[in-house]
């Protein structure tokens, strides 16, 4: 293989590994392509919507508003269809190899179900009388005494496979080595170079009462590039884009998304459009072809088809569906979706097979091809396996599931799936180019933001890092450089250590953390797996920013910097930690902590008192010891696992917490007592096709004596960045209470109301709406002005009146596929010194 070219296709998996982060047989065969304009024979009037598909293939499409379409296969498939309800079906056949243009004219007839007959004209759709929304609603009345988990007890063996591949490869400048690895796509059988795969073999277990399930893992191969990096995200991130769907569930989850369901029992009938297409003929039974499509072919739903059973049972037997192409889904050029079921008796319909195909363009440039396939085997039926579900973990995993050889793939894979794409080997031969293996290896430095002292993975057993806090600059430090280091568990399973040291080139002071954690179970790459349980010792000196409470990044992360971070209302923290952790698959943790902090005031921030005859003098610092506990109940809750956090896959749930600190006078010298209790909940509401809503709402209170640094403030924002949870607009310490209620609702519409607006719908731009406020209050007891025991206030900090201050915003997300821009204003308390009424704050996000 030429130099030139290899250098090509390196380029290529570079591309490919930065979508992974932020996350066919090889044939020559010419394309047969049928294009064409799809019109009534009588009236010459353009037809939209028609479905224009390959004769006994999966390869297909709808005409667009123009009545125009465009299909291409490589599988020596000719027989062209043209289908819609009110009209004669229409075919043709056509060149194989060549490119054939068509003008279809679809002569009317009539559709005849149950006595009630359509007639066509200009399409005037009414759900009124109509067959086949009638004979929709009979198909959701019976999808549940249709569905498996009928059935008291089931168990199946499962196979599943994950392939990311390049797109639409030019066969013509594939030579020699990866000209080996191409395949086909099963969307257009166009060919694509495979650069990832994933293969799981797994038992999975049903139980209706208690309902619960259960997966044992025997098998699980991971080949490519993502193997080769190593980042833990990717895994997470994956199986929830392309996680398992129930074509009768209300809302379909795909590419973190939700698609109103075809089989939803409240939407269906009003959110798509529905049309008896003709009967067809699948394993020698007869089946009504159901077709469907949304009212607005911009809203997140499927076009496709339902094959119904013909009888009163109203079953599904298969369904194939896809994504408009004009609908609000980033970087989706085709989605194929299908799925076969199989009768076993009445009223049992088993799944078969499910396949996903996606066809993505990223940055207009990119092509890439994402599959996934299951197969379901040897279902028992009512055989109680109750054992299995003692154990609490949702997955189990024999021993040796990883590592399984190449020869017990080829006998366990389901023989119609038996393909070995060799990705491995693949890598083998890339990793032998020196400019790819130092680019990957610079790739898995930025992802996991840490450099490992070893090139070998297997036996490093220290990391440094970390890349986004490498360098950073406030107000009070100036430019701040860091350096962490963290062992690895090559070092030891249990026993994890971690570290930083920081200096600011203004307050010219050295800052440090040290940290040691026992876990209890072995990690296999960092301490905080799900779910630890977790001893944890540390020791920090730092400049704390008061008033910064529910920052999503690290106060120094390079972008959090800014001139007026840290500007004022900070200290030097001296502060030693004992944590006890517990995490349960039930996504149930608690958290026991006692800790001593000693503040220092920081640049001009000063701790005065002022006594009976209105003298004022200095405390050099403020000594609080704390014991506390915090509970944490997420169910379902879904997140990747980072060195040293989570994040969070979008998902409809709720997340409860409940934390009560106790502060102990004289204790480690502490300076006062006190009682602080806060519960909050977080609710997100996936309204498909109207967008998600979430709602947070925090509840605190303090009894007994609390200095300024220790009550209750919101939560300030002062970075240009978009931070949940955070007041963009408020200063630090701007409001100072003793018990206080926060609230934080944010609407994302996904574009429902902007996909409505001529020329604007072409954008794909989301529309986001917020509003943030905060009511409390500030007893006497913890009010300088009525408690000389009490510091003084910082100056521009204010004891709120009856009103809650709030703040608004109005936003734009999906700016090019990746940014969100927000104008936030400020509602009230305009009067107060040094604030901002206004505005803009920028954030980064890729999402389909």
Excluded at 144 to 163: A, G, K, P, S, V
Aim: zero cysteines; charged letters at 25%; a positive charge.
């Amino acid at each position: 293989m030429s130099v030139k070219s290899n250098k090509s296709y390196i380029k290529k998996l570079i591309a490919a590994i930065s979508l992974l982060l932020v996350i066919q047989s090889y044939s020559f065969s010419q394309t047969t392509t049928v294009q064409g304009v799809v019109k009534d024979s009588i009236t010459g009037n353009i037809i939209e919507f028609a479905i224009v598909r390959f004769d006994d293939s999966a390869v297909g499409n709808i005409s667009d508003e123009k009545g125009k379409f465009k299909i291409s296969n490589n599988s020596k498939k000719n027989q062209v269809v043209v289908s819609l309800m009110g009209y004669k079906t229409w075919t043709k056949t056509v060149p194989i190899g060549k490119t054939t243009t068509l003008e279809v004219l679809l002569q009317p007839s009539e559709y005849q179900l149950d006595e009630v007959v359509i007639r066509p004209g200009k399409e005037k759709y009414s759900k009124k009388n109509n067959p086949a929304v009638e004979l929709i609603k009979k198909v959701i009345e019976n999808k549940e005494r249709n569905n498996i988990r009928n059935q008291d007890y089931y168990q199946t063996d499962e196979y599943d496979r994950l392939i990311f591949a390049f797109n639409k490869v030019d066969t013509a400048k594939v030579k020699e080595k990866l000209a080996k690895y191409t395949m086909q796509s099963r969307i257009d059988n166009k060919t694509i170079l495979p650069f990832s795969t994933r293969e799981t073999l797994s038992t999975f277990y049903y139980r209706k009462k208690p309902e619960s399930t259960k997966r044992i893992v025997t098998a699980h191969e991971l080949n490519g590039i993502d193997e080769a990096m190593n980042v833990e995200a990717i895994d997470a991130v994956t199986k929830e884009m392309f996680k398992d769907i129930n074509i009768t569930d209300n809302k379909i989850n795909l590419l973190l998304r939700d698609f109103v369901g075809p089989l939803s029992s409240s939407q269906a009938v009003d959110f798509y459009k529905w049309y008896i297409i003709d009967t067809v003929t699948i394993e020698q039974e007869r089946y009504i072809n159901l077709g469907f499509l949304p009212f607005n072919t911009r809203d997140i739903g499927f076009t496709g088809n339902i094959y119904v059973s013909n009888d009163s049972s109203y079953a599904v037997k298969r369904v194939t569906m896809d994504v408009p192409n004009k609908s609000n889904v980033n970087f989706v050029d085709a989605m194929v979706v299908e799925q076969d079921f199989e009768e076993l008796s009445p009223n049992l319909w088993i799944p078969k097979t499910l396949t996903m195909s996606v066809d993505l363009t990223m940055a207009n440039a990119i092509k890439l091809y994402v599959e996934k396939v299951k197969n379901y085997n040897n279902f028992v039926f009512n055989q109680p396996v109750d054992v299995v579900f003692v154990n609490p973990a949702p997955v189990l995993y024999v021993s040796g599931y990883n590592k399984q050889s190449r020869e017990y793939w080829e006998e366990n894979r389901p023989q119609s799936l038996n393909t070995d794409y060799k990705v491995d080997l693949m890598m083998d031969e890339l990793m032998s180019n020196k400019y790819f293996k130092l680019f990957l290896g610079a790739v898995k430095i930025i992802s996991s933001s840490s450099v490992p002292l070893s090139s070998d993975e297997e036996k490093n057993k220290f990391e440094v890092g970390k890349t986004l806090s490498l360098f950073s600059f406030n107000g009070l430090e100036g430019a701040r450089f860091r350096l962490t280091g963290n062992t690895t568990p090559n070092f030891h399973k249990h026993l994890f250590l971690y570290g930083y040291g920081a200096y600011g080139t203004k307050d010219k002071k050295f800052k440090y953390y040290g940290e040691a954690t026992w876990a209890f179970g072995n990690r296999e790459k960092n301490k905080d797996e799900f779910p630890m349980t977790n001893l944890v010792v540390g020791h920090k000196y730092d400049a704390n920013p008061l008033g910064l409470r529910f920052l999503q990044s690290e106060r120094d992360d390079i972008f959090m910097s800014g001139k007026n971070q840290l500007k004022e209302n900070a200290t030097y923290s001296r502060t030693t930690q004992v944590e006890f952790k517990h995490e349960t698959y039930k996504n149930f943790s608690f958290d026991i902590f006692a800790r001593t902090q000693k503040e220092k005031p920081a640049g001009n921030l000063t701790f005065r008192l002022i006594d009976d005859n209105g003298n004022m003098f200095f405390k050099p610092n403020l000594i609080s010891t704390e014991v506390g506990l915090s509970l944490r109940y997420a169910p379902n809750e879904k997140f990747f696992q980072q060195r040293r956090a989570r994040r969070k896959i979008p998902h409809e749930g709720v997340v409860y917490s409940l934390s009560y600190t106790a502060g102990l006078k004289n204790v480690f010298g502490s300076d006062y007592n006190y009682h602080k209790l806060m519960a909050s909940i977080t609710k997100d509401f996936w309204m498909s096709p109207y967008g998600k809503l979430q709602i947070n709402v925090i509840g605190e209170k303090i009894w007994g004596d609390a200095p300024f640094p220790i009550l209750l403030t919101a939560s300030a924002n002062k970075s240009f960045t978009i931070q949940k949870h955070s007041f963009s607009l408020v200063n630090t310490l701007e409001f100072l209470n003793d018990q206080q209620i926060t609230w934080n609702v944010t609407y994302n519409m996904d574009g429902w109301l902007l996909n409505r607006i001529p020329l604007l719908n072409m954008l794909k731009l989301r529309e986001v709406f917020g509003l943030r406020g905060i009511w409390g209050s500030l007893s006497d007891r913890n009010n300088p002005e009525h408690n000389n025991k009490m510091l003084v206030f910082p100056n521009n900090s204010f004891k709120m009146k009856k009103d809650p201050y709030m703040e608004a915003s109005v936003g734009l997300e999906n700016i090019l596929g990746f940014f969100r821009l927000d104008y936030v204003w400020r509602l009230n308390y305009l009067n107060h010194p040094n604030i901002d009424k206004s505005a803009i704050r920028l954030g980064f996000e890729m999402s389909f």
